[in-house]
């Protein structure tokens, strides 16, 4: 690898450089040596060819070096360096006329993705162009461009322009999709409005790109530069045409409400006030005054700027996590779209622009982290709100929450909402995160002062069914504790302290509401049995006892998948076996005599443990992950066992173990589950005389050895997502591949018809876990194959249900078989359609 070395008369201008463009080049090997200053702390400006030279030994590489250096007597000091060094060694450096600055960083990029010598001086020369262009000075950009084209590998610079399609234009989440696609190659990607070309912005910012408010039907232009720059303009061009993973029926819905202002001058009526209907649905209650006070921000000079780096990346990381927690509670009691809302939070958290400015004024600056971090939010928020979309412009609550979950861990205190009683909360705004973590149960409705109907906090009172009406403007902060209230979420009043002729006619339509909404439940609670006569078994799939009271509302026959990591996750210690007890028990508790099956800990690939350290993989994803890694840890393993098998006594509890690839892993799970059994028993603890032990199906190597697992296992279910990835080699976030990602597709089927038939002939059942499962055009098909149970979140139950009932199971066996013998997801799809009539 070619390495770097970096000459300046300023120690600090020196480490502050090598800090950059090591901070660009994150794991790799490069060693960049630094060489500054005279020594003398009488006169400390100044170079010395001595240390040069020392520098130079340090950085020396067969592939070469590349000396940069800031003015003057830098060159002179160079030179002479050089003629300390051996003949053989000398041939090796290269002095480089670049910029110091954007030189080396330039510089440092091209060397860790392999670039020879030229290759990486060529890169330091064109270092200024995108900065004169950036900045419209034509003529520097020229000679830049000229410069660097001289050196340039050919065909290194690729653009395009895109028209961005999504109805929403370019917003949080299409937006985080883009810079996932752009993050994934080492070339330099940008991008700007073809309106404004000059301004150009990083493509692989989050807060960069979001921020442009592109909006439907406009076109930016990117330019990508570097090895791989012809897969990263096409992978971007086929993310648009994908809508970057943003199909139009999933797409907010903005029909039935109008996109208005985040922000709104307060309007009232006689009796009330009047906001915009974001959630429909009526609620009565008492006034809960939310107030969340920000962080007090003070700005600091601190002594150790590595130290306080290091409590702001802790923080980061809790927040990481904790996002990260959040997005699968709501993908599970709601869709993966409503869960995409918090990718683009994820996204902020890892942006390279804005921890760049964040770093520079901790580690230059000295700047507490506090201050930093507030001060970078800040001037995103500025950006945000000068958008001229309303839409655009709302996701600055995304940023300004976000900021705050920060703030909030580096001063140590909980993020939590404090619910004294049930009824109506009252606030400023509220957040994304603070939405998805109401308890319905506590909340009734929602009003705020600012927001509107696509803010994402609306999208989250929608999918948990809390009437809410936001915008409702300053006169909401006049609303005092306890004041009765009603909200009507399905016209935008807000009636306070309401005469009783009006608290009568709500309580009318509060009362018909939950009716029809306990007819709903009534009828998905009813067994769903075929028309000729099949009983399906409609699960959930869960994460807490909170979920397992949501899925019996929803009308679940029991649990097929509970995912225990939600213990494990999003914390910094090792949950005990009483805590595990104590939290299996409740759901079993919750769920009475229905089944429930415990998946044992699947965590790895995307969901690492932070205190389970493990060694880095370079696929992680077909590495020590879910049962592989519990084998791996024995006592840890069976910790979480014991704590399953207590539960097992008077409950109907049933344990699956992920990710089994061969006869061998599940055999030894077992006898870990043995041993576990008779620590247990030792302990004059009942377990159940017999606990059902099945595996889940999402590699190809078990459904193809699904007859010699059938012997050893009492039931399969299929993780379709899983299976899917790694039959078709499509790695489920990579929006490139998503024409690959379709768990209808001929040779996923053909692997669930061969674990089905293994299971019939061993007298064992089948059931689907993966997001096929709620899918009413696959649903035919499975139940055709023969599968027993579907397992689904649980807003797809009633759907689920429903349809099952319609349908003739016997009947569907030949067409579930026609589907084996198509040749594509979408010829599947087209006849599934056809058979149900929805063509």
Not at 218 to 235: L, N, Q
Not at 615 to 620: I, L, V
Not at 657 to 668: H, K, S, Y
Request: net charge negative.
């Amino acid at each position: 690898m070619v390495n770097l070395v970096l000459v300046s008369h300023s120690p600090s201008l020196a480490r502050g450089v090598a800090e950059l463009a090591r901070l660009m080049t994150q794991q790799s090997p490069l060693i960049i040596a630094t060489a500054a200053g005279t020594g003398d702390e009488n006169s400390p400006l100044g170079t010395n060819a001595e240390e040069i030279a020392k520098a130079m030994e340090e950085a020396y590489s067969d592939d070469g070096v590349l000396v940069l250096m800031d003015m003057g007597s830098a060159v002179l000091s160079a030179e002479m360096a050089l003629e300390f060094l051996s003949p053989g060694k000398k041939a090796k450096f290269m002095l480089s006329s670049a910029p110091i600055v954007e030189g080396a960083v330039s510089a440092a990029v091209q060397a860790s993705l392999g670039g020879n010598l030229e290759q990486v001086r060529a890169e330091a020369i064109g270092s200024l162009g995108n900065k004169a262009a950036q900045l419209s000075v034509p003529e520097e950009s020229n000679v830049a461009q000229a410069q660097a084209s001289s050196e340039a590998v050919p065909g290194s610079a690729v653009d395009a322009v895109i028209e961005i399609r999504n109805r929403l234009g370019l917003h949080a989440r299409p937006a985080a999709t883009f810079v996932q696609t752009a993050g994934r190659f080492a070339s330099k990607i940008q991008l700007a409005r073809t309106d404004n070309e000059t301004r150009r912005s990083n493509a692989k910012s989050i807060n960069a790109v979001a921020s442009m408010g592109v909006r439907h039907g406009e076109t930016v232009h990117v330019w990508a530069e570097g090895p791989d720059a012809p897969a990263a303009i096409d992978a971007l061009k086929k993310a648009a045409e994908n809508d970057f993973g943003e199909a139009e029926e999933a797409a907010v819905s903005t029909a039935t409400v109008p996109v208005a202002s985040a922000e709104r001058s307060s309007k009232r009526f006689d009796g009330g006030l009047i906001g915009i209907p974001a959630s429909p649905g009526y609620a009565a209650g008492p006034a809960i005054v939310l107030k969340l006070a920000d962080p007090e921000i003070q700005q600091r000079t601190i002594n150790d700027p590595e130290a306080e780096w290091e409590r702001l990346s802790k923080a980061l990381e809790a927040v990481r996590a904790s996002t990260q927690q959040l997005r699968r509670q709501i993908s599970r009691s709601a869709t993966e779209y409503d869960a995409a809302i918090f990718d683009a939070h994820l996204m902020f958290l890892n942006d390279p622009d804005l921890l760049e400015k964040v770093r520079l004024a901790i580690l230059d600056g000295h700047r507490n982290a506090e201050w930093a971090w507030s001060e970078a939010i800040q001037v995103a928020l500025v950006e945000y709100r000068k958008i001229e979309d309303d839409y655009m412009r709302a996701r600055a609550a995304d940023v300004a929450d976000i900021g705050r979950q920060v703030l909030i861990q580096l001063n140590g205190r909980a993020a939590a909402l404090n619910i004294p009683f049930p009824g109506i909360l009252i606030a400023a705004d509220l957040s994304p995160s603070d939405t998805a973590r109401l308890d319905r149960a506590m909340v009734l409705g929602v009003c705020t002062g600012m927001g509107g109907p696509t803010s994402h906090s609306a999208i989250l009172a929608r999918t948990l069914g809390i009437p809410a009406v936001l915008g409702c403007g300053e006169a909401i902060g006049e609303i005092a504790e306890g004041t009765p209230l009603v909200v009507d979420g399905s016209t935008g009043q807000v009636w306070i302290s309401p005469s009783a002729q009006i608290s009568s006619v709500y309580q009318e339509k509060i009362a018909e509401w939950r009716n029809l909404q306990a007819l709903a439940r009534q009828t998905s609670r009813a067994p769903a049995v075929s028309k000729d006569g099949i009983a399906v078994e409609i699960v959930a799939n869960i994460g807490s006892a909170k979920d397992a009271r949501a899925a019996l509302d929803s009308g679940a026959d029991g649990v097929g998948l509970l995912r225990s990591e939600f213990l494990f996750l999003g914390r910094l210690d090792t949950p005990e076996e009483e805590e595990q007890f104590a939290a299996y028990q409740e759901i079993a508790e919750v769920m009475g005599g229905r089944p429930l099956v415990v998946r044992t800990l699947d965590v790895g690939g995307d969901k690492p443990l932070a205190y389970l350290p493990q060694k880095e993989e370079q696929n992680p994803f077909l590495g020590k992950r879910a049962l592989r890694l519990c084998l791996d840890k024995p006592d840890f393993f069976k910790a979480q066992l014991r704590a399953i098998l207590r539960v097992s006594a008077g409950h109907n509890i049933k344990i699956m173990f992920p990710m089994v690839a061969d006869i061998a892993e599940l055999r030894r799970a077992r006898s870990l589950l043995e041993e576990a059994r008779e620590e247990v028993l030792r302990r004059g603890i009942m377990t159940a005389p017999k606990v059902d032990v099945g595996i889940m199906v999402e590699i190809p190597s078990a459904a193809l050895l699904a007859p010699v697992f059938a012997r050893e296992v009492d039931f399969f279910s299929i993780g379709t997502n899983d299976l899917t990835q790694y039959t078709m080699a499509a790695e489920r976030g990579n929006s490139d591949v998503a024409y690959l990602q379709d768990a209808l597709h001929p040779a996923v089927l053909r692997l669930i018809d061969r674990t089905i038939r293994a299971a019939d002939e061993a007298g064992k059942w089948v059931g689907v876990c993966g997001e096929l499962a709620g899918d009413p055009v696959a649903i035919p098909i499975l139940l055709g194959l023969g599968v027993k149970e579907l397992s689904m979140a649980p807003g797809s139950i009633l759907a689920a249900k429903s349809l099952a009932r319609t349908l003739d199971i016997a009947g569907l066996r030949d067409f579930a078989r026609e589907s084996l013998e198509l040749e594509s997801a979408a010829a599947v799809r087209f006849l599934a359609k056809e058979q149900l009539g929805l063509q």
